[in-house]
């Protein structure tokens, strides 16, 4: 079968190329791979790992072969899966808890935004308690976590305030339920419950002035590469505040993986998340894509179709 592998050594940090197909574990489903998207983590993955690896977290598809020990979908369901990489792939090993069930009305390429960045922004949104009447500021708020973060705080009743880069990269997201959009976090003003903070450097350092007394700034990510400097005393304005740090990967327990993809499916499904897809492509541009998506260029998620019809 088809994979897009690492070859770190090659012209190329990925290229197209046949491997064996998959062995699935005892409780693992083959998934027929029609839709992937990327994260910006995935990008720096290339140079970590070896020849030969195959990326992929975030793939939807369907259920080629159910698991041998007869847990999760059967055979022929419309599947959402998440998996620790091999994914960008015609044919993938899922373990049958890391899986949602899609209804019809569903596509590929919608479900396939969900697993890393939408568990992301649900489970870092958690940390909020209950956000009703609550103000949250998102920062990287036009990338991919952030759009569907924007989506889920306004739904839970959070009064959504959207840090973006550029004017250009404010468009659309009050239709998605931000209350207010602010170029840059110097711009923020007031003071938040809950901040989503993935930015880093200035950033983070900027969250801990907006953050209210008792409130939570979940730090998530550093797309700045920046570090940050801070000192006890920068918290005089909010007293007992929190940082939360958060890996999804291990921020709840492995059981909740297919439960928290139903959820989200659901919420697709009742039409109150609407992905936001920036660019849809075939797998061989990946790497173009990914450049783009390296350059805070991508309107929401980056989603790619393999040659399964
Ligand atoms: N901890 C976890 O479990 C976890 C899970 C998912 C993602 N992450 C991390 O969280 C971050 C957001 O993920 P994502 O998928 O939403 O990424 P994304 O789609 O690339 O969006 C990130 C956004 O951050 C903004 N940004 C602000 N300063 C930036 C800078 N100096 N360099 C690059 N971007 C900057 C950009 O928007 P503007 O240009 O509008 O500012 C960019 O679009 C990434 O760093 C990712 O690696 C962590």
Redesign the pocket.
Known sequence: MLALVNTPNGPTPIALREIAEPSPAHDDAVVQVHAFSL???EL?SFARNKEGWVPGQDIAGVVLRQAASGKGPPTGTRVVALVDDFGWAERAAVPSHRMAVLPDGVSFAEAATLP??G??AL??LRHGGALVGRRVLI??????????AIQIAARSGAHVTA????PE??AGLKELGATEVVE?VDSAQGRFALILE????G?LARAIQLVEPKGTIV????????PTTLAFADFRGAPNARIQ?????T?EAEERFGPDLALLVSLIADGSLKPRI?MERNWRDLLEVGDQ??????????VFHTDNP
């Open positions: 994260n910006r983590g720096s890393v960045a568990l992301t489970r870092t920062t990287g708020a036009a990338g991919g976590v952030g759009t569907l840090v973006v880069g550029r990269r404010a840059g993935s930015a880093g450097g950033s730090v998530y990510g550093n797309s700045s590469a920046e740090t958060f890996s999804y990967f921020s920036g998506l390296r350059g805070r260029g991508i309107n929401g998620k980056a």
